[in-house]
């Protein structure tokens, strides 16, 4: 009995002495791992105290013009209509980058520029437009602004401070020339589309300087030049035209006729809007082109001709040398002949006419671009804004800084993933999802529209340093009324004035009796309604 007792007492101790021995190593485990625990607990307290030490860094995505980005506390998808031919615009990475920085996702609608003026009647007859689309013309944008359809940009002018800075500030005839009658503004302007130099005379350098003659400085050097031509050439037409009626309005500026407003210009010394086609300084141009077509000199065919003609007669060795167009003809008809005429070289001109001045373009365009009054309007106010802004500008029409593009040792801008001597708008597009049309709000001044070749930037440098470009037109605003009457009566005097230059010129025509039929067509009253605006536009604060 004893020895049982033993034992069942030994067996007691041994387990005992056991548990013991397991409760001596077990804390010394539970601490270590608690010991690791907490050594990474204090670790992410002190990355959690960085954190809210160092705050997070931003890009800069430069000159957003006073914006905060992103633009929206919470992701906001709007709609934008836009002339494009791409079926993934949605996945180009420029618009990517737009939701990225504004956090405004745009989805675009594009649609072909064929079918771009029937899609945007439908879409505005349906009554859903888009968060954003262009096109209008300024006296449809007003009225449906006027019926409540459209957000008044000058209602949220303080919030857009790109929009101040260049329409209100910089340019503030855009809030008298575009706003309806009551003051209200609906359609956001365009900035800095236009080149200094687009259109002009264009001449043969190389056969001018075969036969030793000098380009012209005024119109008889110009005429005496074109006898030369055609001494030298017998069978040619020494100035050839494929701009049809329009020839009148482009020589126009020459004599300080012409106008955007075209056939009324203002005449700055008599402060007064005149009818172009009535007045001596036209016949003074229009006895000059008579006097080249009865000598030979001015194409037969100037008002009927063809491009594909004009084109022939122009590339052809010894047709036709002197000419007035783009400036980019001058670098594509060379591409065109330089293996048969390898010395081929059309260059840029001076104007003609006692004024010696071109067209002026305006850096401020008019697009119709419209924002609907709905739950979306600010938003797209604000993209608007930011796409306006030197770094939007940048984004849409360079493409995104080092990824897309660098700037060389010059300042100036490259695209080292694009094997081209010089990158065209349309790969832009095509590649990156840039210029966009409609969507490219501000043209940056580096993009590719003002990447000019050698000859292209000899017409900039001529015409700006010989101080040869004239002043902007006024752009008037007129009442409902008035746009009404101007309809009527601008068409018919239009109309009427080419005929008579037409045959004036082909000597079927007499000054006189033409200048008393204008009388009879209301050209008076066309004047009146100018000149009133005018004073409406002076007198506007």
Known sequence: MKKKWFALLLAIVLTFSFLTACSKEKPESVDKTQETEQKEDDSKEQEEEKEEEEPEETVDYGDTGGLELPLVDEPVTITWMVVSSLTDANDKPVIKEIEERTGIKVDVMAVPKASYAEKLKITLGSGKLPDIVHGLSLAEANKMGAQGALTPINEYIDDLPNFKKLYVEENPWVMKSWSDDKGDLYTWPVYGVSRDVNHGFLYRKDIFDKHDIPLWEDTEGFYQALKKLKEEYPDSLPYSSKTKEYIFRDWGYGWGVSSSEYPMYYDKEENAWKYMFAQPEFKDMIDFMKKLYDEGLLDSEFLTDTEASWTAKMTSENKSFVTYDWIGRMDMFYDQVKDQIPEYDLRYANPIGPVGKIRRLNKVQNWGHIVPKNKNNEVALKLLDYLSSPSGSALITLGIEDEHYVFDSDGNVEYPNLDADKVEITVLENEYGCWLEGMYMRVHPQSAYFNYTEKEQEAQDMMIEGDKIGDLDTILKFTDEETE?????????????????????????????????????????????????????????
């Open 485 to 541: 009457t101007i309809a009527e009566l601008r068409e018919q005097l239009l109309k009427s004035g080419i005929e008579f230059a037409s045959k004036y010129i082909l000597g079927d025509a007499d000054w006189d009796e033409w200048v008393k039929k204008a009388e009879g067509l209301e050209a008076g009253k066309l004047e009146d309604i100018y000149n009133e605006a005018q004073k409406r536009f002076d007198a506007a604060e």
